[in-house]
């Protein structure tokens, strides 16, 4: 087996430290047994320290996947090569349609895309959010060499942001030559179509003293409906019934909906199938461009340099817009309601029978008897179309900087990077609230009683499908804003040798690091008067005021790693420390540390740990975002339906949150799973700290060549977590549990003297949750109050076997996750979410975490072929959280089972200079569980199942062609 071995980063300014003898980032192919047994013990590069001398090991622990890994996958973008890792559960990526922000995210042990860096060559990324998430989808994949992902803590390495850790993307360096590689993929139903190319191009000079490399590249992939999979064409409800949103057409007055055969109001109505119009795989196009050069001027002197343009368009789509249950000012003397209905609104707003006839023939606002009433008005707009967001990415970033040796034993590296990213979000087929409350307060069938800007009526009765193109085109103003990030880094370090021996007469001479960082963020989100106006855009939530922020940061750090015992009493012992010291113009200072160590007893057998305090300051979201209303998760409201009026102590909670008395009986379910929430940013906001430690070993045994077992306990504590409460928290403390169904809810033991009642306010005219500015909600306000706990266990085995046709290679990675809690406030609940799912558990996890992960490989080298891969990924079963309340939900959604993919690849070497590599995923055309569309978050649970979880695309296929000269 090939061994990897220390490499330089090319244009990284920050060196790589050398792990312990640990598992192969891949399995090579075995080369005989008497040169597997005399070749060194097989090491891997990680990130995770400053200190650079190759004889020293570092003991936090590391998942790699190589470049064998890379390109036998054939990954189109920087997700898809981090999502299966066990340990890394899916953020926001294209399987997220519905809350996606129109970029791809790493979340890390579950503990969210805002708590781990990820870094290209050791460097930090311009962030691409308020949140500072970098998107992935700016990563060159072409150029990239392996991929390092350190969990547990890095803060004190690499700063703030590190304390779920990192994940390092190492690019290939000093490339010569050329290489043109494509690829192209499908869906075996005949869509998700996927292109990518790059050309990447590289040669050195001067006699070597020189590089210069640069990539181009260019990514396509083709949308996948929901209606186009059959788990995803009908919206179910948690109960198993077929229900869509509330929202639907004919339209609904006052929750009665029109009848058009009798052109009168009834109390029943039918829901809208939302999921067919919503994307399974969101299409993207990207364009990007890197470059790479550096040149050693003499000795002890490089400088380098890189740049990196990224264009990426990421489009969704949702069902068609609507009036989503707001209030409307309803003239009575609208010309396209009949007399029944303006009977039933005269009669819902007490206006008797001669005053709601001369009101009706009122002739315009002007008029001594016209009159408007408070109306709630629900009515999907389908001759709109689909609702169409695209975010358009601009972002570059250049890095340029000096290194080499400052001594014999001491190297120096100096640099400085500057990025910027503009990501423009750009709405059509949305509408405006301002301009359909103009379209009602008609004249006649053609005249607006304020005929400005164009306005033409809106007719939402007829037979349901009566919007003129005109009226449309009226109100359907595009809306949009652009969010700007930009970031700043000087940075300047000292590594190497402490001195020529080492400690105690140990061979390996002590290794430090130490140097200082400057660091500066501003970022911005810019919006047209529309997308800026609370309850302007019909059916986005919250809206995106303009606002602006920025903060610095200054630090200074340092490393030592020390071999105690080397060929002694026993084979080896090393100890190893970090500090960090950083000035933060927001939150003040805060200082990071870790301490650790391995031991050796002897050779093949290492135990290792390491106890790290990270810290996350505040980003500029949490600290700058105005308050605004948007959307939570809720499948039933307590106050709904006709339980409240029965039950007292109900009847008076709902009254107390704003509820009209009238209304209690019959106030309406939230609208499609969803109600008001109203939260923003707190410029009191402090750091959170976390403290975690790992503890593991490894186990490389003479008497079984090739074999590498590894095992690590990880234990990670955030406090005074940056965090806002969930529904749960908020709906449960106030009214207790549900006796009753999801559509006849019975709360039995509701408690008024609740503090959680206090953050609910509801709509004045109807007692929702639903509405428009005057309905805030359920008020989940950002604090320090939070406490999140993960600990668990990642294990990976590998072994190759030499055979008369080549070799094959086993590569096992386990995760075990014995716990991950959150409590957002020391008064809310303390929820278990490992292997389970719910809404609570997917506002703060995202994704599903299940309780065992298993990623297995078997790979058959083959002399004068090339080779083929079968992988395994395995989920392990979950259920329904434990403290949320099951009632009302059917028995099959509460469990999903155990999942099994299959991969299989085959790469054949047709000559020296090219490979064809084919591969089918999911081979089996494994189904995903159905759970409804109800039963989490709206991001995370769409098309009734978990999409980023679970396989929605079914089988496909790929093939890639490469060319290398």
Known sequence: MRNLTILKAGAAPIALGLALASAPAFA??????????????????????????????????????????????????????????????????????????????????????????????????????????????????????????????????????????????????DFQGAEISSTMGITERGDGRRFRTDVTLGAGFDDGRGNVAVSIGYQNVNPVLQGDRDISSTVFFVDGSEVGSGTTLPTRLNGDQYDPDTGTLVPTYNTFDFAPYNYFQTPLERFNVFATANYEVSDGIEL??????????????????????????????????????????????????????????????????????????????????????????????????????????????VYATYGESDRNQRNINWGLKSRVQQ???????????????????????????????ESIAFFNQPAGNTVSTSLTVVNASISGDLTEQGFLGAATPIGIAIGAEYRDYGASQISDVSFGTQDEVLGTGAPSPSYSGGYDVKEVFGEILIPLIEDSFIHSATIEAGLRYSDYSNTGGSTTWKAGGNIEPFEGLKFRGIYQRA?????????????????????????????????????????????????????????????????????????????????????????????????DYYNIKVEDAITSPTTGDVITPCFGTNSGTNAAPEYTNPNPDSPACERIGRNPLNGSLNGGGDTPGLLLPLTNQGTIVTKGVDARITYGLPTGFGGLDFDVGVNWVDSIKFQASPTSVNRECVGQYSSDCSFFNGEIVPEWAV???????????????????????????????????????????????????????????????????????????????????????????????????????????????
């Open 28 to 173: 090579q192919t075995a080369e005989g047994e008497e040169g597997a047994e005399a070749s060194a013990p097989p090491t891997i590069v990680v990130t995770g320290s400053r200190i650079t001398n190759p004889n020293l090991e570092q003991s936090s622990p590391v998942q790699v996947v190589g470049a064998e890994d890379i390109a036998i996958d054939q990954a189109t973008n920087a997700e898809e090569l981090l999502v299966d890792l066990p340990g890394v559960v899916p953020g926001f990526g294209n399987n997220v349609n519905n809350g996606s922000g129109g970029f791809a995210a790493l979340n890390l042990r579950g503990l969210g895309t805002n708590r781990n860096l990820v870094l290209l060559d050791g460097t930090r990324i311009v962030p691409s959010t308020l949140t500072s998430t970098t998107d992935l989808n700016i990563i060159p994949v072409a150029l990239v060499e392996r991929v390092e992902v350190v969990t547990g803590g890095a803060s004190s390495v690499y700063g703030a942001d590190a304390i779920a850790g990192v994940a390092n993307f190492v690019l290939k360096d």
């Open 304 to 413: 380098y340099t890189k740049g990196m343009f990224t264009k990426a368009e990421v489009k969704l789509r949702l069902a068609p817009s609507g009036l989503f249950g707001d209030t409307w000012q309803f003239p009575l003397n609208n010309p396209f309601i009949t007399d029944a209905i303006r009977n039933s609104l005269c009669a819902d707003n007490g206006i008797d029978a001669a005053t709601c006839a001369a009101a009706g023939a009122a002739t315009d606002p002007e008029d001594p008897n016209y009159v408007e009433v408070p109306t709630i008005i629900n009515r999907r707009l389908v001759e709109q179309g689909a609702r169409e967001t695209t975010y358009t990415t601009n972002q570059f970033q250049i890095w340029a900087g000096v290194r080499g040796g400052l001594t014999s034993l001491l190297d120096y590296d």
């Open 439 to 469: 379209a009602l307060r008609a004249i006649d069938a053609n005249t607006c009683a304020d005929p400005s800007n164009g306005c033409v009526p809106i007719n939402l009765f007829g037979d349901g499908q009566d919007v003129s193109a």
């Open 615 to 711: 810290v996350r300051s505040p980003n500029i979201s949490e600290l700058y975002l105005p308050v605004t209303t948007g959307l939570a998760t809720l499948a039933n409201d307590p106050c709904q339906g006709a339980y409240a009026a029965t039950n007292p102590t109900l009847e008076s909670i709902c009254i107390a949150q704003g509820a009209p008395a009238g209304s209690i009986g019959s106030i309406p379910s939230p609208s499609a799973g969803q109600v008001n929430a109203t939260s923003g940013g707190n410029p009191d906001l402090d750091v959170e700290t976390a403290k975690s430690y790992t503890l593991g070993l490894v186990f490389t045994p003479s008497f079984i060549p090739r074999l590498t077992l590894t095992a």
């Open 855 to 965: 990623n297995a490989r078997a790979t058959a080298n083959i002399d004068g072929f090339g080779a083929i891969s079968l992988r395994w990924r395995w989920i392990d079963g979950v259920r329904y959280e434990e403290a949320a309340d099951p009632e009302g939900i059917l028995e099959d959604y509460l469990s999903i089972p155990s999942y099994s993919y299959f991969d299989l690849n085959a790469r054949a070497d047709v000559s020296e200079n090219m490979d064809l590599t084919f591969g089918v995923f999911n081979l089996f055309d494994k189904e995903p569980p159905n759970v409804s569309s109800y039963i989490g978050t709206t991001a995370q649970n769409s098309g009734n199942t978990y999409p980023s979880t679970y396989d929605v695309l079914g089988r496909r296929f790929s093939v890639t062609a490469r060319l290398r000269f």
